[in-house]
């Protein structure tokens, strides 16, 4: 049969078995252990007597289903008949060990029959362990099982243990070789430190003996480094003793270093003109001070740069003080040192070195500081200048506009960054004229494209009644004969378009005022006054109407009689013109506390609720919620909203179709107005 190759080569997934099963045994979990038998009754018998050793029980009922189980997972113990039709347990038995890794598998055999030595022994070389007799003893057969069991999981468990164990010495052998590695470089790269480092660096040992010396410093005190070594400082360099020797001391005594030292000339060397600094700090080994060590720097270069840069700084604070521009000066972190009269007589306080954020967040504009501390950072990350403009408070707490340039000084020696100098400019009284430059700029474009629109708006308005004039007086001068019907109802035309016509330029040259910049004549007037000639003239127009005119307390307002006179006319004409002959035109007034609202309510066709947003806007006409044949230029409703506007108020319309419309008119009450009566 061909079941024995597929046991050699099993399936990918079976390889991955042993790993998950150790995992199992390590968290104490269950074997496996396979039952083969071709008699269903007998393995529910085993699995009935194994069943309370708490091991997952395997059933197989031919010798392939026992291969097919052993290809998937991994086995402790396999319990087998000898006799089956297909293939006999000892047959089986070879299949099994053939199988690296079931070569070490318990393997029990089940007979009914009594067995020959033969038997016996060949069962013993195929891997047998043991022979169980039928009738099964259920406690001799559990308890021949339990123990294979056992021994399988304890096996394993030490090939786990002693897989780990080989793994962490392996571990430890590569972390101390490293160590060691690691110890050897840092013994070298100490090495090259010391020999590589341009300040003097010595070791003491606790009698004050040289114990190191790099070159750096015996370049220093003028003796070879190797002459130092295991000598004293007295014995060494007994001019510098003196100087050294207590230091030294007080350190081993202390166990705290002494920094910056700083000695100016040498003793050992009379009419030397530098300058060093020196600091001394204690080694320690096993918590205790075994010895001092020593760096020692040569800043003589460092200190007469520093007094030069002092009088340089001396001669430029004296010339700063008599510029009329505000001049500043920080280090290279930014933190300020100088800022001249001129700034501390514009902010009032007097200066105080700072960080460039506390003086930004004190003086400058909140709404700038962010910039212009990103700018210098910005400067301070390259190198380069910067420029900025910003607001800065001045004493009596106005915001004032300065130009803020600022450059770095680079040390002439090191090329590096020392100081920072600048100079602010006030350009507020500039920036206003730009301002308004700007502004007038702005207003010059939009006035250019609202009468770009305005023109091809009225291009189109005029087109259509210059059309019906100029056709029937066309006709009539074709026709002399006309009938006197036809010439009666063509002059009619012509007079109808002419009006239109006459009024569509009428609001048209007051738009164009407007956006013209027309200033209106203002002045305390009763609102209420207005409105009552206001709604006697509409009355005369709204003969067919029900006309009501609502309480009109007296409301006194800053504006333009005439404008606001013809604004009511405006929206009682509308009302008029879109209601239905019988309708309703309501006018009332209201006041506030600081506003006058007056309203214009109808009960005419209303407006759609799309079109709405659009009432306001030049030549728009609601043409499915009104007829065309109430006429009307187009204009009406935004000549209201430009006065309105005007008078500092505002305008809406609110409407439901085929119910009616209410404009709304809302005007601020002159100050200090009495209120109605």
């Known amino acids: 049969m061909g079941t024995p190759a597929n046991l050699e080569h099993p399936h990918p997934q079976a390889e991955a078995v042993p790993g998950r099963q150790e995992k199992a045994m390590q968290q104490g979990e269950k074997v496996n252990i396979l039952m083969v038998d071709d008699q269903p009754a007998k393995l529910l018998s085993y699995e009935a007597i194994l069943s309370g050793l708490g091991e997952n029980l395997i059933k197989a009922d031919s010798a392939r289903s026992a291969l097919e189980h052993l290809l998937k997972t991994d086995v402790a113990v396999v319990l087998m008949d000898v006799n089956m ?70 096996t394993r468990q030490l090939e786990r243990l002693n897989r780990e164990l080989e793994r962490r ?54 003796l070879p480094a190797e002459e130092h070594l295991g000598r004293t400082m007295g014995e060494a360099l007994p001019a510098l003793a003196p100087l050294v020797e207590p230091i030294l001391h007080e ?72 510029v ?37 967040a004190t003086f400058t504009h909140p709404d700038d500081a962010p910039r212009v501390l990103a ?6 990350r390259t190198g380069g200048p910067f420029e900025v403009e910003q607001r800065n408070r001045s004493a009596s707490g106005e915001y004032r506009w300065f130009l803020n340039r600022g450059r770095p000084y680079r040390d002439p ?104 910049g027309l200033r209106l004549r203002l002045e305390p007037l009763r609102l209420d006054e207005v409105l009552r000639e206001a709604f006697a003239t509409a009355r005369v127009l709204g003969k067919d109407h029900r006309m009501e005119r609502g309480p009109l307390p007296e409301a006194w307002v800053t504006g333009d009689a005439d404008r606001l006179k013809q604004l009511a006319l405006q929206l009682l004409e509308n009302a008029l013109k879109y209601t239905p002959a019988g309708g309703t035109v309501r006018l009332e007034l209201d006041l506030g506390d600081a506003h006058a609202e007056f309203r214009v309510a109808d009960t005419g066709v209303g407006i759609a609720p799309e079109d709405l947003p659009h009432v306001f806007e030049r030549f728009y006409r609601a043409d499915r919620a009104r007829s065309r044949a109430v006429g009307g230029s187009g204009l009406g409703l935004a000549i209201a909203r430009w006065i309105a506007e005007q008078h500092g108020g505002g305008i809406r319309l609110e409407s439901e179709l085929g119910k009616g419309t209410v404009a709304v008119v809302r005007l601020p009450l002159a100050p200090d107005a009495p209120r109605g009566r």
């Open 85 to 154: 039709p297909d293939v006999d347990g000892f047959e089986l038995a070879a299949m099994i060990r053939e199988h690296p890794r079931y070569e070490q598998t318990a393997i029990i055999f089940v007979s009914a029959v009594r067995l020959t030595e033969e038997d016996l022994v060949r069962g013993y070389s195929l891997g047998a362990v043991d022979y169980v007799s039928v009738p099964v003893v259920p406690e001799v057969l559990r308890a021949k099982v339990g123990v294979f069991a056992e021994l399988y999981r304890k």
């Open 251 to 322: 350190v081993l005594r202390t166990g705290e270093p002494v920094l910056d030292v700083g000695v100016a000339g040498r003793p050992d060397r009379p009419g030397d003109g530098g300058y060093y600094l020196a600091s001394y700090y204690p080694i320690r080994e096993n918590g205790e001070v075994w010895g001092v060590g020593a760096v020692v720097q040569d800043i003589s270069e460092r200190k007469r740069a520093e007094e030069e840069l002092r009088a340089s700084e001396e001669r430029f604070r004296l010339m700063a003080d008599a």
């Open 324 to 360: 009329p521009q505000v001049i500043w000066m920080t280090d290279a972190q930014g933190r300020a040192e100088f800022f001249n009269r001129e700034w501390t007589d514009y902010c009032g306080v007097p200066f105080e070195p700072t960080t460039t954020a506390q003086l930004v």
């Open 413 to 516: 020696r090191t090329g590096e960054v020392v100081k920072w100098f600048g100079v602010g400019v006030d350009i507020h009284d500039r920036k206003l004229a730009e301002a308004a430059l700007q502004a007038s700029e702005r207003r010059y474009r939009e006035l250019s494209e609202a009468q770009k629109r305005f023109v091809n708006d009225a291009a189109h308005e005029l087109r259509a009644p210059l059309t019906a004039i100029v056709g029937n007086l066309q006709l009539l001068a074709r026709f002399k004969n006309m009938r006197k019907a036809d010439r009666e109802e063509a002059l009619a035309e012509v007079t109808r378009e002419a009006v239109r016509l006459s009024r569509l330029v009428n609001d048209m040259l007051a738009l164009a005022r407007g956006d013209a």
């Open 375 to 380: 700018a210098f950072e910005e400067a301070r």
């Open 169 to 222: 010495v392996e571990e430890r052998t590569r972390e101390l070789e490293a160590r060691r590695l690691e110890g050897e470089r840092t013994s070298a790269l100490l090495e090259t430190v010391l020999a590589s480092a341009p300040a003097g660096i010595a070791v003491y040992d606790r009698e004050l003996r040289f114990v190191r010396v790099n070159e750096a410093l015996a370049r220093l005190t003028g």
